[in-house]
């Protein structure tokens, strides 16, 4: 019964946003955070206090996602209102007018090399808005960008799903780069064939087939690198992997090496004045060099947007302890006497550093009057609202689904899982690596979250820890695709209303996909 009351909460929010004419997800995740509030009290007995603490957390972790996401609009809509989102289109129609090429060198390389310095679903929230400028349907562009936006997960951020997902285990280096290896690899497999699946959502079999070679070209380009950087290094994969794999295909793509022929003639229009294209690209060049600048912790600016140093500390009474460290990291502690914490890292997120930041100095660039800038933040404030509500109700969700040790509902799914699959676990671990991101919305959380467990059954059951261990870290990416948090994202950042559970409708399908893929090369790697 534990187990039937763990799963019913999630079949309910899944029933809710993909039935016909379902549940928008600004009330059905805070429907489901209720009916999970409702089973802890009711049926697992947990203490109201500390499940009011989680929702008090949840408020203040409601920041980082949503933060992004106004960061994210502010910078689209800046692009639109300067018109140098007019002049991007126009420039690279003129490096080639194939919907393919420009779909794999925005939404895959140029994505690929952005997941590779920052994470946090910023991937989707700056390339989405470009290809939906080039013309294509918003919809179908969520459903691209969520997809392609899997195989350099596990390498976000500067591998932080990896270094970081992982840390609580206690493992040598020498078994996170073993764990690195793997991951990578399978990721190459699965490469081979997602952008595949993520490009059917806009453009037909036969137009896939014609620019075929263009398209694993460009697949290669990035996952070639990717893989052979992993053989020595966890953190720079996805990153390196991306620039090359950028450069590579805007070469390619300018001089028609495997594109259809019949696009290749197509007629182009006046080239984009060089400095022209600069000026409208200054804003998205800016925001990459901040990012990897402050992403690279070999250059010492990550550490100090991370100084955990005291500036600040005082009580909040009841509520709890509030600290303020000189990097302004907030971190609210102690909540109403427990355990429960949350923290916002005010400089760290990329949301003021380098979204809001890059907006305010580009803003005399373009010579926007008053008005303008008026409509920039009048426009993104009221396109916040219903993400911010969704977003704390599937945190609440989330924290809710986590209290109660290791008999919380989280770990309870994922021990049945478990124990139903017996000696066949290899071929369903990446399965529960993506349950952790659909709950959490992140591959490092479902690292942290279900690591300790995919350890334990791995040595209980003589299966190879490192290969376990990959297998989570591959499931916790592709698990992006049906992430809420990045579904209500990109939804949010392109103006989609009510398309959650649909898009969750098409995504699962490329996912189950993507696990197959993972199973075949766990049985390949374990022999």
Same mark, same amino acid.
């Given at each position: 019964?534990?187990?039937?009351?763990?799963?019913?909460?999630?079949?309910?929010?899944?029933?809710?946003?993909?039935?016909?004419?379902?549940?928008?997800?600004?009330?059905?995740?805070?429907?489901?955070?209720?009916?999970?509030?409702?089973?802890?009290?009711?049926?697992?007995?947990?203490?109201?206090?500390?499940?009011?603490?989680?929702?008090?957390?949840?408020?203040?972790?409601?920041? +980082?996602?949503?933060?992004?996401?106004?960061?994210?609009?502010?910078?689209?809509?800046?692009?639109?209102?300067?018109?140098?989102?007019?002049?991007?289109?126009?420039?690279?129609?003129?490096?080639?007018?194939?919907?393919?090429? =420009?779909?794999?060198?925005?939404?895959?390389?140029?994505?690929?090399?952005?997941?590779?310095?920052?994470?946090?679903?910023?991937?989707?929230?700056?390339?989405?808005?470009?290809?939906?400028?080039?013309?294509?349907?918003?919809?179908?562009?969520?459903?691209?960008?969520?997809?392609?936006?899997?195989?350099?997960?596990?390498?976000?951020?500067?591998?932080?799903?990896?270094?970081?997902?992982?840390?609580?285990?206690?493992?040598?280096?020498?078994? *996170?780069?073993?764990?690195?290896?793997?991951?990578?690899?399978?990721?190459?497999?699965?490469?081979?064939?997602?952008?595949?699946?993520?490009?059917?959502?806009?453009?037909?079999?036969?137009?896939?087939?014609?620019?075929?070679?263009?398209?694993?070209?460009?697949?290669?380009?990035?996952?070639?690198?990717?893989?052979?950087?992993? =053989?020595?290094?966890?953190?720079?994969?996805?990153?390196?992997?991306?620039?090359?794999?950028?450069?590579?295909?805007?070469?390619?793509?300018?001089?028609?090496?495997?594109?259809?022929?019949?696009?290749?003639?197509?007629?182009?229009?006046?080239?984009?004045?060089?400095?022209?294209?600069?000026?409208?690209?200054?804003?998205?060049?800016?925001?990459?060099?901040?990012?990897?600048?402050?992403?690279?912790?070999?250059?010492?600016?990550?550490?100090?947007?991370?100084?955990?140093?005291?500036?600040?500390?005082?009580?909040?009474?009841?509520?709890?302890?509030?600290?303020?460290?000189?990097?302004?990291?907030?971190?609210?502690?102690?909540?109403?006497? +427990?355990?429960?914490?949350?923290?916002?890292?005010?400089?760290?997120?990329?949301?003021?550093?380098?979204?809001?930041?890059?907006?305010?100095?580009?803003?005399?660039?373009?010579?926007?009057?008053?008005?303008?800038?008026?409509?920039?933040?009048?426009?993104?404030?009221?396109?916040?609202?219903?993400?911010?509500?969704?977003?704390?109700?599937?945190?609440?969700?989330?924290?809710?689904?986590?209290?109660?040790?290791?008999?919380?509902?989280?770990?309870?799914?994922?021990?049945?899982?478990?124990?139903?699959?017996?000696?066949?676990?290899?071929?369903?671990?990446?399965?529960?690596?993506?349950?952790?991101?659909?709950?959490?919305?992140?591959?490092?959380?479902?690292?942290?979250?279900?690591?300790?467990?995919?350890?334990?059954?791995?040595?209980?059951?003589?299966?190879?820890?490192?290969?376990?261990?990959?297998?989570?870290?591959?499931?916790?990416?592709?698990?992006?695709?049906?992430? *809420?948090?990045?579904?209500?994202?990109?939804?949010?950042?392109?103006?989609?209303?009510?398309?959650?559970?649909?898009?969750?409708?098409?995504?699962?399908?490329?996912? *189950?996909?993507?696990?197959?893929?993972?199973?075949?090369?766990?049985?390949?790697?374990?022999?």
């Amino acid at each position: 019964m534990s187990l039937f009351f763990s799963i019913a909460p999630i079949v309910l929010l899944i029933w809710m946003m993909t039935k016909r004419n379902g549940v928008p997800s600004y009330l059905a995740l805070p429907l489901t955070a209720a009916a999970v509030y409702a089973v802890q009290l009711l049926w697992f007995d947990s203490l109201p206090r500390l499940l009011h603490a989680n929702i008090i957390t949840a408020l203040v972790s409601v920041f +980082t996602p949503i933060t992004i996401i106004a960061g994210a609009i502010l910078l689209n809509k800046l692009m639109q209102i300067s018109g140098a989102e007019n002049v991007v289109r126009r420039w690279l129609e003129n490096i080639s007018p194939n919907p393919v090429a =420009q779909l794999m060198i925005i939404g895959w390389a140029f994505a690929f090399m952005i997941e590779g310095a920052s994470g946090f679903g910023t991937p989707a929230a700056i390339a989405a808005p470009i290809l939906v400028g080039l013309g294509f349907n918003p919809l179908r562009v969520a459903l691209l960008t969520l997809v392609m936006n899997s195989v350099p997960v596990s390498f976000g951020a500067v591998g932080t799903p990896t270094w970081f997902g992982f840390a609580n285990l206690g493992l040598p280096d020498a078994s *996170l780069l073993e764990i690195g290896r793997q991951t990578a690899l399978i990721h190459f497999v699965a490469g081979f064939i997602i952008p595949l699946l993520a490009l059917r959502f806009i453009v037909s079999w036969q137009d896939i087939r014609r620019n075929l070679a263009f398209i694993l070209l460009s697949v290669l380009s990035c996952t070639a690198p990717y893989l052979l950087l992993a =053989q020595v290094n966890y953190e720079f994969p996805a990153l390196v992997g991306g620039a090359i794999g950028l450069t590579l295909s805007v070469l390619l793509a300018r001089a028609r090496i495997g594109l259809a022929r019949g696009e290749n003639g197509a007629a182009r229009g006046q080239p984009v004045p060089l400095l022209q294209v600069v000026k409208a690209m200054t804003p998205t060049l800016l925001l990459i060099a901040i990012l990897i600048v402050t992403r690279i912790h070999q250059l010492g600016i990550k550490a100090l947007l991370n100084s955990t140093a005291p500036l600040w500390q005082g009580k909040l009474g009841w509520l709890g302890e509030l600290r303020v460290s000189d990097a302004l990291i907030v971190e609210l502690q102690q909540v109403l006497g +427990t355990s429960a914490a949350a923290s916002y890292k005010t400089l760290y997120v990329p949301a003021l550093i380098p979204f809001l930041l890059v907006v305010l100095l580009c803003i005399p660039l373009f010579r926007l009057n008053r008005g303008q800038v008026k409509q920039l933040f009048s426009e993104t404030g009221g396109r916040i609202g219903k993400p911010f509500v969704a977003l704390f109700g599937a945190l609440v969700m989330v924290n809710l689904m986590m209290q109660g040790g290791d008999s919380a509902p989280v770990i309870l799914i994922g021990k049945a899982l478990a124990a139903l699959t017996g000696e066949s676990w290899l071929l369903f671990s990446s399965f529960l690596g993506a349950l952790g991101s659909f709950f959490s919305g992140s591959n490092t959380v479902s690292n942290l979250t279900f690591g300790g467990i995919q350890q334990s059954i791995a040595l209980s059951g003589g299966l190879n820890v490192n290969l376990t261990l990959a297998l989570q870290s591959v499931g916790g990416a592709m698990g992006n695709m049906v992430c *809420l948090n990045n579904i209500i994202a990109v939804c949010s950042i392109l103006g989609i209303g009510n398309a959650e559970g649909k898009i969750i409708r098409k995504t699962v399908l490329p996912m *189950l996909a993507y696990g197959g893929i993972a199973a075949v090369m766990a049985q390949i790697l374990a022999f």
